[in-house]
């Protein structure tokens, strides 16, 4: 009997070719430093919960890749994206190839139970999409993530990523319309002080070094042995998470010594 059939249309060897590209960009483009990685348990499921920046969803992309070649015992990294995604041509498809899933709960759940790895990063577009002025200031998070852990009694390893906010720096954000709309089929286009002014040209992410942190795991599940949490009890939990993410980037910045 062969394996199991993805229910999401990952192809394991179309990963497998996709890796020497994501390690370019991982070991040459933006010579990522990451610690903590082997935090990430090496079987199992476990949620991934990271801050999302830099105009561009590729941070999500990075700490994938830092599980893939810097964890002792590497493992795929089911990431969630947006919805908004999913109207889009041939990008979709290439995501689920790869490995990734269309963000939602009853998703993210699906993963789990196949005890998988699955990257979060709960601020969505929000992240992505704040000005270079608020960079590094996380927004809300959604507490899915949470209600997950808590409900499948699985780990929480928080992750932050610095770089990202300075290699693609939003000064802007200009909104289609029309047919112009319908066609591109994104929430926004993010003005740089490259794009739209240089073109095509302005559009790649500028080569800075970034770093990744993982933390230790957290078991919020063990408080609760079973018991449902309240909604103020989940929102608590979201922010503390939130809160050390948060303190994690800080100290990132603190010790970087320069941009490049």
């Not at 289609?176 to 089929?185: D, F, H, I, R, Y």
């Not at 794009?195 to 073109?199: Q, W």
């Given at each position: 009997?062969?394996?199991r059939?993805?229910?999401?249309?990952y192809?394991?060897?179309?990963?497998?070719?996709?890796?020497?590209?994501?390690?370019?960009?991982?070991?040459?483009?933006?010579?990522?430093?990451?610690?903590?990685?082997?935090?990430?348990?090496?079987?199992?499921?476990?949620?991934?919960?990271?801050?999302?920046?830099?105009?561009?969803?590729?941070?999500?992309?990075?700490?994938g890749?830092?599980?893939?070649?810097?964890?002792?015992?590497?493992?795929?990294?089911?990431?969630?994206?947006?919805?908004?995604?999913?109207?889009?041509?041939?990008?979709?498809q290439?995501?689920?190839r790869?490995?990734?899933?269309?963000?939602?709960?009853?998703?993210?759940?699906?993963?789990?139970r196949?005890?998988?790895?699955?990257?979060v990063?709960?601020?969505?577009?929000?992240?992505?999409?704040?000005?270079?002025?608020?960079?590094?200031?996380?927004?809300?998070?959604?507490?899915?993530?949470?209600?997950?852990?808590?409900?499948?009694?699985?780990?929480?390893v928080?992750v932050?990523?610095?770089g990202?906010?300075?290699?693609?720096?939003v000064?802007?954000?200009?909104t289609?319309?029309?047919?112009?709309?319908?066609?591109?089929?994104v929430?926004?286009?993010?003005?740089?002080?490259f794009?739209?002014?240089?073109?095509v040209?302005?559009?790649?992410?500028?080569?800075?070094?970034?770093?990744?942190?993982?933390?230790?795991?957290?078991?919020?599940?063990?408080?609760?042995?079973?018991?449902?949490?309240?909604?103020?009890?989940?929102?608590?939990?979201?922010?503390?998470?939130?809160r050390?993410?948060?303190?994690?980037?800080?100290?990132?910045?603190?010790?970087?010594?320069?941009?490049?």
């Open positions: 009997m062969g394996a059939r993805d229910p999401f249309g192809e394991p060897r179309f990963h497998r070719q996709m890796l020497p590209v994501l390690e370019f960009f991982y070991r040459r483009y933006w010579r990522v430093r990451a610690d903590g990685v082997a935090n990430v348990p090496a079987r199992g499921p476990v949620l991934v919960v990271g801050n999302h920046s830099g105009g561009i969803p590729i941070d999500a992309a990075m700490v890749a830092a599980i893939e070649f810097d964890h002792p015992r590497p493992r795929v990294l089911r990431i969630l994206y947006d919805r908004f995604v999913t109207a889009m041509p041939v990008i979709p290439m995501y689920n790869f490995g990734a899933v269309v963000a939602s709960y009853a998703n993210a759940e699906k993963l789990l196949r005890r998988q790895a699955v990257g990063f709960p601020e969505g577009v929000a992240g992505v999409a704040k000005g270079f002025a608020k960079r590094y200031q996380l927004q809300r998070f959604h507490s899915g993530f949470v209600r997950l852990s808590l409900a499948l009694r699985v780990p929480i928080p932050a990523v610095v990202a906010e300075e290699s693609y720096p000064i802007g954000k200009w289609p319309t029309g047919a112009l709309k319908e066609l591109l089929n929430p926004y286009v993010p003005i740089t002080p794009f739209p002014l240089l073109g040209v302005g559009m790649i992410p500028l080569p800075t070094k970034w770093y990744i942190r993982f933390a230790e795991p957290l078991h919020l599940y063990r408080e609760w042995d079973g018991q449902a949490a309240d909604r103020h009890t989940v929102t608590a939990l979201t922010e503390q998470v939130r050390q993410i948060q303190s994690m980037i800080h100290d990132l910045l603190a010790k970087r010594e320069s941009l490049f």
